[in-house]
């Protein structure tokens, strides 16, 4: 316990001492982890529209003509046991011509000289709430196309293929920025504990007179390291914190698609929680490097 404790004590001397460069690199690993935490918040608000997409969009199941009521009933009731289906619904011949006459309002005329109903049967298919259907859609839109009776499947493709390379690049970008940060918050972290390591020298010298284990020397640093990444973090987190406070109202009129669901989202508890842990790993990951080529390499 006392070890312990002479470490904790070691380490609020070198943060008294050097508070300087020390409050100048959490500001800095701060704002690279604000830059990375703006594209989690984007990306926690498209998975949540994700969710919401898939609920309102509809698979139109469209039939072929001549299809009797006992393969209808069998057709709808193998939809029903799809796993991606939430609910399955007929819409017939003459119902739907109603919905266009509807939505033609004034125009409707135009249909009264057809003589017979053009407009095919069909099934209107709602899916689960699950971003991972949409990922499923093009499959599961292909076999239903393959069933007997079924004449076309329309699910608006062109929307999804476009909104999936979205999203796909929204992902691959996150990655970039988030490797980038990384390697910015280890050179960062391991610049400062180097700068301290060279600054207490010959007090790190006193302590192996005394009979200091290199490890017992060594842990504040450790320590220190760790501390700086998961201040950063929390530093940056109270920064978006204050973007969605402040501006999620102004944000939320400009893209109201996005966030007509619920409002702006923040980052789940989870997603937080790791964010720090994260922090507090790479300051960890740069003290490691500092102290194996400033104070390993000289102690060995």
């Not at 604000?34 to 898939?54: C, D, E, W, Y």
């Not at 109603?98 to 407009?119: C, F, H, I, T, W």
Request: with cysteine; glycine share 10%; aromatic share 8%.
């Amino acid at each position: 316990m006392s070890r312990l404790w002479l470490c904790v004590d070691e380490l609020g001397r070198h943060l008294r001492e050097h508070r300087g460069a020390v409050a100048l690199a959490v500001m800095t690993m701060a704002l690279a982890f604000f830059l990375l935490g703006l594209f989690l918040l984007v990306l926690v608000n498209v998975q949540a529209m994700t969710g919401a997409v898939t609920e309102d969009l509809k698979i139109r199941v469209y039939l072929q003509d001549g299809v009797d009521p006992a393969q209808r009933e069998t057709l709808q009731a193998r939809l029903e046991r799809e796993p991606m289906v939430a609910a399955v619904s007929y819409v017939s011949k003459d119902e739907a011509l109603s919905r266009l006459r509807e939505q033609l309002k004034d125009q409707a005329v135009l249909l009264e000289g057809l003589g017979m109903n053009p407009l095919p049967a069909a099934y209107e298919i709602r899916l689960r709430q699950d971003p991972a259907a949409l990922a499923e859609l093009p499959v599961f839109a292909g076999r239903l196309q393959g069933w007997p009776g079924v004449e076309h499947v329309q699910y608006g493709q062109e929307w999804m293929e476009r909104f999936r390379i979205i999203l796909t690049f929204l992902r691959a970008l996150g990655l970039g920025v988030g490797a980038l940060v990384s390697v910015a918050v280890v050179a960062i972290v391991a610049g400062v504990i180097r700068f301290l390591i060279d600054a207490r020298r010959d007090d790190i010298e006193v302590f192996k007179v005394v009979g200091a284990s290199p490890m017992m020397i060594a842990v504040p640093y450790l320590l220190e390291g760790l501390l700086l990444g998961a201040v950063s973090a929390a530093v940056a987190i109270g920064l978006l914190v204050g973007v969605v406070e402040g501006f999620g109202p102004t944000l939320e009129a400009m893209s109201g698609f996005l966030f007509s669901r619920g409002g702006l989202r923040f980052m789940p508890v989870e997603v937080i929680i790791s964010f720090l842990v994260g922090g507090a790993v790479l300051g960890g990951v740069g003290s490691l490097i500092s102290l194996r080529r400033s104070f390993w390499s000289v102690s060995m």
